[in-house]
C-alpha cells in the first residue's frame, strides 16, 4: 500500500501545503494575524492567467511570472490598505478585517469575472509524465516538488543571511525590540506580506493547474490546508510550517488510502479534529517558536 | 542633550506620569531612582517613543521627539536597554548584534564596531554563534547592552541593568557603566541598586507615584536623605 | 411597597430593552397591518437575523472571542428541527433513507424549535468546555475548525440532511408575528445576560483576563455558560429561519452567512445590544435595498451578465471602512437608555435625551 506512487503523491501535496503554510505564517509570526484573505491570492494568481491568456500571446513562463507578481502586490495591498489601519486595534478586529478583505476579493470576481470557471493555460509539460523504472511520474509533481525545495533554499538564505531577512525573524521573536533596534515596522510587515504573496502565488500556478480552471471560491481550500499544517508544525515557527505542511501532505495521503469509502467524505472533518487536539493538548505545535505570542501593533 | 517637560503618560485611565521634568547634558550619567511603580519605567518607554504621552514635551538636541515612532528616535542616537533585556532568543548572539547595528549607514564600520564591542565583553566573542536564548543572564545583559551600543547611541539609556544578576556580576555591570561613562556616552539609568547608583551617577532625579521628588547631585541626595524617606517607608 | 419600588428604580436603570424594542414592535405591526408581501418577508428576515446576530454577541460581545462556530450552531439548529417538524410525508420525499426512529416524528413547530435549539446548545457543551481554555489566534483557529467540520458533516450525512442537496418540505411557520416575537424576546435576553453574574463575570475576564482571574473568576465556566446559551439562541434562529425558508442545503450555513452576521454585530457594536440591534437593522436594510438593485439591474438587462456579489462587496467595502474609521462600530460598547434623571412617574418619556454609558479607554499601543 504504501507504494512509491503514494509516497510520491504525498511529497508533492506536502511541498504545496509546506509553501502555504509557510506564506501564512510568516506574517502570523509577526503580526499575529491568521490572514483570511490569503486564499484569495491563489485565486488572484488564476484569475491573471485567466485574462492574460485571453487578451495576449504570451509564453505560459511569462504569464506565470506576472501571475506571481500580481498576487504579491495584492497581498502587499492588502496590508497597505485594510490592515495597516487596524493594525493597532484589537486582534479581533484585525481578523475580521482579514474575513471582509477575503469576501471582498471574492465576490469581486463574481462581479466582475464570472461565477463560472474559467480556463487557465497550462505548460504542455504539465500533462507530461516522466518514466522511471517503470513508473510514470508526472512532471508536474517533479515540477512541484523542486519548485518547492528551490524556494525554501532562497527563502532560508534571505532570512539568515540578508539584514532584512534577520530583521523579519527578530521582529516575529519580539516586535517592539525590532522597531527599538531602528527597524521601520512597516517594512518589516510589508516584506512579510509580499513574501506571503510570493508563496501563495507560486503555490497557485500548480493548484489551478490541477483543474486547469479557477473559480471565485478556489482558494477556501488551501486556506484551510494552511491553517491545518500551521496548526500541526507550531504557528510561531517558520521551520514549523513546512514541517507542518509535509505532515499534512503524508496525513491527507494517508487517510486517503486508510479510510473506507463511508468516511472519506469526513476526511476534511478528521484533518480539522487533528487541528483542534493538538491545540487543546499542545498549542505550540510540534515545534516551539521563539514569539512570545505577545501581539504587537 | 535631552529634556523632558511636564510630561504625562496614562495606561487608561490610569496616570502613571503625572508632569514629570527633567533633563540629561551631553556627557552626564544621570540616575533615575525610585520604588517599583514609580514611573521609571514609563518614563524610559515614552522617551523612546513606545508609549504615547498624554501631554508635555520631550526634546532631544532641540528637535521634539513627541509622536515620532520608536524607529525614528533610534535613528535620532537614542538607544534603550529594556528591563528585562528583551534579547532576540531566536537570533544567534551575532545576528543579534546585527539587528543592534541596523541604524548605521556604513556597514564596513561594522567589524570595528562589533572588534570594540568584543573587547568591553569578550564572553560575547566566544559565543557569537549561539542562541541568544540559550545565553545565562548575565552574558544576555551584556549582549543587551552590547547590542544596544552597535548603534552608536548619543543617548543610552539602560532600564534596571543589574536586576536579577549575581553580585559578582552586578559589580561588573557597575564597572562597564563607568567605563562607558568615562568614554564619553550620556548615559541615563534607572537603578534599584541605590548605593551603587549614587557612587557613579553625576545627578540623580528621584521619582515618586508619577512625580520628581527630587532632583540634584549625588552629594546633595545623600546629604539631604531624600532616599530614606522614599524607601524607608517615607509618606507624606 | 418596597418590592415595587425597587422594581421601578431597577427598570429605570435599564430601560434599554425596551428603548430597542419598541420600534421594532411598531414597525411590525405596521408592516403586518399595511405592508405587502415583500415588506412582511424583508421585516420577518429582519427579526430572525436580529435573532442570529443578539445571539452571537451574547458569547463574543460579553467574551471578546471571534467564533466562527456560531453559524454552525444556526445549521445544527434548523436541520435539528426540521426532523422533527416535518411530516412524515414530506420527510419520506426529500430523505427517503431517513432512520426509521425518526420517521414517523411530527411534532408542533414550537417544540421542535425548541429541540433545535437545545440539539445546538448540547453540542456547544460538549465540544465547549475544552475550547474556551483558549484565546486568541488559537480560540479564532479552533472555532473556525469546528464550523468546517459541523459543515462537512452536515454536508456528508445525507440520511438526515440530504447531503449537499437541497432539502425541501419544510412547513412554512415562522409568520411575522412569530419571528417578531423572538427577535424582541431575544433583546431582552441578550441584555439581561449582560447584567447577570455570569454576564459580568465574563466581561470582567474580557476586559482583563488576569485581574479576572485573580479575583476568582472562573474564566473557563463562565465563557462555557456564554458559549452554550449562545448556542442555543443560534440552533433556536436556525430553527425559525429553516422554518421561514422552507429548503435550504448546507452551504446556507457556511461562510456566506457568517460574514453577514458578523458584519452585522461589528457594524453596529460588538460590546453592546443596542449596537447589534442597530447594526442588524442597518445591514438588513441596506442588504434588502442592494439586493433590490442588483435584481432591477438583472432584471433590466443593463450588463451582459447578471450582476452576482454586487451585494457582498458594498458591505464587506463598509465592514472594512467601519473597522478602519470606527473600530468598535457604530455604537461601540455604548447601551442606548434613557437618563436617570427622567421621572419614569410622569409616564413620558420626555426627549430624546440618550445617555450613554462611557467605557474605558484601551491603552494606547504604538
Known amino acids: 500500500m504504501l507504494s512509491v506512487e503514494f509516497l510520491l503523491n504525498a511529497i508533492t501535496l506536502g511541498s504545496l501545503c509546506a509553501l502555504l503554510a509557510l506564506g501564512l505564517v510568516i506574517v502570523y509570526g509577526i503580526l499575529k494575524l491568521v490572514n483570511f484573505a490569503y486564499g484569495e491570492l491563489i485565486m488572484i494568481t488564476g484569475y491573471t492567467l485567466y485574462l492574460l491568456n485571453a487578451s495576449f500571446q504570451l509564453p505560459w513562463l511569462v504569464m506565470a511570472l506576472i501571475g506571481v507578481l500580481i498576487a504579491m502586490f495584492t497581498s502587499y495591498s492588502t496590508e497597505l490598505v485594510a490592515f495597516r489601519p487596524v493594525r493597532t486595534k484589537s486582534l479581533s478586529a484585525m481578523l475580521i478585517t482579514s474575513f471582509a478583505v477575503s469576501t471582498l476579493l471574492q465576490n469581486a470576481a463574481l462581479l466582475l469575472i464570472s461565477p463560472r470557471a474559467r480556463a487557465v493555460p497550462l505548460p504542455k509539460l504539465f500533462s507530461a509524465s516522466l518514466t522511471v523504472m517503470g513508473i510514470a511520474i508526472p512532471w508536474r509533481n517533479i515540477l512541484t516538488v523542486v519548485t518547492s525545495l528551490v524556494l525554501l533554499i532562497g527563502l532560508t538564505l534571505l532570512l539568515k543571511k540578508t539584514i532584512l531577512g534577520i530583521a523579519l525573524r527578530a521582529a516575529a521573536d519580539n516586535f517592539r525590540m525590532t522597531r527599538l533596534m531602528g527597524v521601520p515596522a512597516d517594512l518589516v510587515i510589508s516584506t512579510a506580506f509580499v513574501i506571503s504573496g510570493l508563496m501563495a502565488g507560486i503555490v497557485g500556478l500548480f493548484w489551478v493547474g490541477r483543474t486547469a480552471s479557477v473559480t471565485p471560491t478556489i482558494g477556501g481550500a488551501p486556506l484551510l490546508i494552511a491553517f491545518v499544517a500551521t496548526v500541526i508544525g507550531g504557528m510561531n515557527s517558520l521551520l514549523g510550517a513546512v514541517v507542518g505542511g509535509y505532515i499534512y501532505g503524508l496525513i491527507f495521503s494517508f487517510l486517503g488510502v486508510m479510510l473506507p469509502q463511508t468516511l472519506l467524505d469526513y476526511r476534511e472533518a478528521f484533518m480539522f479534529l487533528i487541528v483542534i487536539l493538538i491545540l487543546l493538548i499542545r498549542p505550540e505545535g510540534l515545534i516551539r517558536g521563539a514569539g512570545t505570542g505577545e501581539r504587537v501593533g | 542633550m535631552l529634556t523632558v517637560e511636564n510630561l504625562q503618560v496614562a495606561y487608561g485611565a490610569i496616570l502613571a506620569l503625572k508632569g514629570v521634568s527633567l533633563e540629561v547634558k551631553e556627557g552626564e550619567l544621570v540616575a533615575l531612582i525610585g520604588v517599583n511603580g514609580a514611573g521609571k519605567s514609563t518614563l524610559l518607554l515614552t522617551i523612546a517613543g513606545v508609549l504615547r504621552p498624554v501631554s508635555g514635551k520631550i526634546t532631544f538636541g532641540g528637535d521634539s521627539l513627541v509622536g515620532k515612532s520608536p524607529e525614528e528616535i533610534v535613528r535620532r542616537g537614542i538607544s534603550l536597554v529594556p528591563e528585562g533585556r528583551e534579547i532576540f532568543s531566536s537570533l544567534t548572539v551575532e545576528e543579534n548584534l546585527r539587528m543592534g547595528a541596523f541604524v548605521r549607514k556604513n556597514q564596513a564600520e561594522y567589524q570595528q564596531d562589533l572588534e570594540k564591542v568584543f573587547a568591553l565583553f569578550p564572553i560575547l566573542k566566544q559565543r557569537l554563534h549561539q542562541l541568544g536564548g540559550t545565553l545565562s543572564g548575565g552574558e544576555q545583559q551584556q549582549l543587551a547592552i552590547a547590542r544596544a551600543l552597535m548603534s552608536h547611541p548619543a543617548l543610552l539609556m539602560l532600564d534596571e541593568p543589574s536586576l536579577g544578576l549575581a553580585p559578582a556580576l552586578v559589580d561588573q555591570i557597575f564597572d562597564l557603566i563607568t567605563r562607558l561613562h568615562q568614554q564619553g556616552t550620556t548615559i541615563l539609568l534607572v537603578e534599584q541598586n541605590v548605593d551603587r547608583t549614587l557612587q557613579i551617577a553625576d545627578r540623580v532625579y528621584l521619582l515618586q507615584t508619577g512625580k520628581v521628588k527630587f532632583g540634584g547631585t549625588a552629594a546633595e541626595v545623600r546629604h539631604q536623605g531624600e532616599v530614606e524617606k522614599v524607601y524607608l517607608g517615607g509618606v507624606e | ?366
Request: proline share 4%; aromatic share 10%; net charge positive.
Open chain 3, 1 to 366: 411597597m418596597k418590592n415595587t419600588n425597587a422594581g421601578i428604580l431597577w427598570l429605570k436603570s435599564h430601560t434599554t430593552p425596551f428603548i430597542l424594542s419598541i420600534p421594532l414592535l411598531i414597525l411590525a405591526v405596521l408592516v403586518q397591518a399595511y405592508g405587502d408581501t415583500l415588506l412582511v418577508r424583508i421585516v420577518t428576515v429582519l427579526f430572525i437575523n436580529l435573532v442570529m446576530v443578539l445571539s452571537l454577541q451574547v458569547f463574543m460581545g460579553n467574551s471578546g472571542i471571534l467564533n466562527f462556530a456560531h453559524i454552525g450552531f444556526m445549521g445544527i439548529g434548523a436541520y435539528t428541527s426540521v426532523l422533527f417538524s416535518m411530516t412524515p410525508q414530506a420527510k419520506a420525499a426529500t430523505l427517503p433513507d431517513l432512520y426509521p426512529f425518526l420517521r414517523p416524528i411530527h411534532l408542533p413547530f414550537l417544540p421542535s424549535l425548541l429541540i433545535g435549539a437545545i440539539a445546538a446548545a448540547l453540542v456547544a457543551a460538549l465540544v465547549g468546555y475544552a475550547l474556551m481554555r483558549l484565546s486568541d489566534a488559537a480560540a479564532v483557529i479552533t472555532l473556525f475548525a469546528l464550523l468546517v467540520i459541523i459543515h462537512t458533516i452536515l454536508v456528508h450525512w445525507s440520511i438526515v440532511t440530504n447531503g449537499p442537496r437541497t432539502l425541501f418540505g419544510v412547513d412554512n411557520y415562522t409568520s411575522l408575528g412569530i419571528s417578531t416575537f423572538f427577535g424582541i424576546l431575544v433583546i431582552f435576553i441578550a441584555y439581561l445576560f449582560k447584567e447577570t453574574p455570569v454576564g459580568l463575570k465574563l466581561r470582567a475576564s474580557r476586559d482583563d483576563r488576569y485581574a479576572a482571574a485573580s479575583i476568582g473568576v472562573n474564566i473557563v465556566q463562565v465563557r462555557w455558560a456564554g458559549f452554550v446559551l449562545s448556542a442555543f439562541l443560534a440552533g433556536f434562529g436556525g430553527g425559525l429561519w429553516a422554518h421561514f425558508i422552507t429548503s435550504f442545503s448546507p452551504y446556507a450555513f457556511y461562510l456566506t452567512e457568517t460574514f453577514s452576521v458578523l458584519s452585522m454585530l461589528v457594524i453596529g457594536g460588538t460590546g453592546s445590544v443596542s449596537g447589534a440591534v442597530l447594526g442588524t437593522v442597518v445591514v438588513t436594510l441596506l442588504r434588502e435595498g442592494l439586493r433590490a438593485v442588483e435584481n432591477s439591474v438583472n432584471i433590466a438587462g443593463v450588463f451582459p451578465n447578471n450582476l452576482v456579489g454586487f451585494t457582498e462587496v458594498v458591505l464587506s467595502l463598509l465592514l472594512i471602512l467601519i473597522l478602519v474609521f470606527r473600530p468598535s462600530g457604530l455604537l461601540g460598547s455604548q447601551e442606548i437608555r434613557l437618563a436617570n434623571t427622567i421621572p419614569l412617574a410622569s409616564g413620558k418619556f420626555s426627549a430624546s435625551e440618550l445617555s450613554r454609558e462611557s467605557s474605558p479607554k484601551e491603552g494606547e499601543h504604538v
